[in-house]
């Protein structure tokens, strides 16, 4: 180990190595400039954060955001009780701070890069086949940092993609409580299979949230398998201040077969913004020897530069940039991408669209279509609904059963806590070959017709 990489294992804090910390001269910022707010009456010890300002505004900044003064006092006294709990399905929250997506699609926007996962594929060079797929893997946070909240999935609601990058993407909603959602994706370049099971802690004014999750990309002509742990995520100012959303800490991709690693830290937003969205990491031998040094921020750009043992740029080598972000439209409501926008409309959707899509669902339409009421309405329906189905299962003795992911005996330890695994049960490639080669789907559908329909026991259980 050179040592720089013995400065940063020293510097760790124990317990992870030199993998707690990653990059030589990584920049110590601290943490955003927060204030409790004590000047406001009845919010004594209200922390407000501000990224962007100094330690004199957090009462002018507590004012600021997109509830209403009435509505946001009431949720503040509401969500008060619930402060260190785990709320990812405890509670009820209004669409305002919603967008018009479900979690299942937002599972399927890491794919808007996954041409990098191609060219890691194709890479014989072993150590930048991990600059190509943990940079893959970073530019998932370009989406993750949007403020607005997406719908929890119903339980037996699906997702399907395909006409981006020759993929085909399925994932479902396999369990309510907890709330876990998983996905399959393929093209001829790599299989992408996640069980995502997310951790919250809800601090007052902002939420942690744990990435529980065991994330593997097999790349098929090397077929090497690599696993992903990424970093923790944190929404600032939920109800008071304007909301912001901030990840740090480390995102390690490890080959599983060989046990080279890139090793990503994510920079903390310190005082005025300073080190916001800045990455910087290397990729490590087996016998954790810096190779590649890598740097930039992850809503804009990744570049790369082969180093020496010491994680010093190697003479006569430049720094390459290896991705940026593509641009996206101006002045979007919901900061969404043109990707996501793909994502949300029919263009993405294959020949007869399952009806339990995330795309049907009446209350994400509704929001699309700026009609916050319906919307509010439909999402109270579908939540009874799934109630109506729980009483019934619970009733028959049955147990909720996936169509396309079967649970396997797999127990994954992550660093916030175990992990039922699901895999892929081959049955969505089956039932898409069979549609591709039916003579009955020469006539189509207006798929926006379909009504939302993911119940096991009939369309509307509690009617």
Not at 267 to 274: R, Y
Request: aromatic residues 12%; glycine residues 8%; charged residues 25%.
């Amino acid at each position: 180990m050179g040592s720089k990489d013995q400065d940063l294992a020293a510097s760790s804090g124990g317990g992870g190595g030199f993998f707690s910390s990653i990059a030589a001269g990584v920049r110590s910022w601290g943490t955003a400039v927060h204030k409790s707010v004590n000047g406001l009456v009845g919010y004594e010890g209200l922390e407000v954060i501000n990224p962007d300002g100094g330690t004199d505004d957090a009462e002018a900044e507590a004012m600021k955001g997109r509830w209403k003064q009435e509505d946001r006092d009431s949720y503040w006294k509401m969500m008060n009780k619930y402060i260190g709990s785990d709320v990812t399905s405890l509670v009820t929250l209004p669409v305002i701070i919603f967008e018009p997506m479900s979690m299942l699609q937002k599972m399927a926007e890491l794919m808007e890069y996954c041409d990098l996962l191609d060219k890691a594929d194709e890479c014989e060079d072993p150590h930048m086949r991990m600059v190509y797929a943990s940079t893959w893997a970073l530019s998932a946070y370009l989406a993750y940092h949007r403020t607005w909240k997406p719908f929890n999935p119903i339980l037996g609601e699906t997702y399907e993609m395909v006409n981006h990058q020759g993929i085909t993407f399925i994932a479902e909603q396999v369990s309510h409580h907890p709330p876990m959602g998983v996905a399959h994706c393929e093209n001829d370049h790599f299989t992408y299979d996640i069980t995502s099971k997310l951790k919250t802690k809800f601090l007052g004014n902002s939420v942690e949230v744990y990435p529980v999750g065991r994330t593997r990309v097999t790349l098929k002509k090397s077929g090497v398998v690599l696993e992903l742990v990424p970093p923790l995520t944190k929404v600032n100012n939920l109800i008071f201040g304007r909301t912001w959303v901030d990840s740090f800490g480390e995102m390690v991709l490890t080959n599983l077969t060989t046990g080279d690693k890139a090793v990503l830290y994510f920079q903390p937003c310190g005082w005025f913004g300073a080190g916001r969205f800045e990455v910087d990491g290397y990729v490590y031998t087996a016998a954790e020897e810096p190779k590649i040094m890598m740097t930039g921020k992850w809503n804009k750009s990744m570049s790369y530069q082969p180093c020496d043992q010491e994680g010093d740029p190697l003479p006569g080598t430049e720094l390459k940039e290896v991705w940026k972000a593509a641009p996206a439209p101006p002045n979007d409501k919901y900061q969404y991408t043109y990707f996501a926008h793909k994502i949300n409309s029919f263009d993405t959707a294959p020949k007869k669209l399952l009806p339990s899509d995330s795309r049907l669902r009446p209350d994400r339409y509704a929001l699309e279509k700026g009609d916050m009421s319906k919307s509010g309405a439909h999402k109270s329906r579908l939540e009874e609904q799934q109630r109506a189905e729980k009483k019934i299962r619970d009733t028959k003795g049955e147990q909720f059963t996936p169509k396309w992911f079967k649970m396997t005996e797999d127990i994954s330890p992550t660093p916030w806590g175990d992990l039922e695994v699901y895999e892929y049960n081959g049955r969505y490639a089956e039932h898409r070959a069979a549609i591709d080669s039916s003579s009955a789907v020469a006539e189509e559908t207006d798929v926006s017709s379909i009504e939302f329909n993911p119940w096991q026991y009939g369309d509307s259980p509690s009617q």
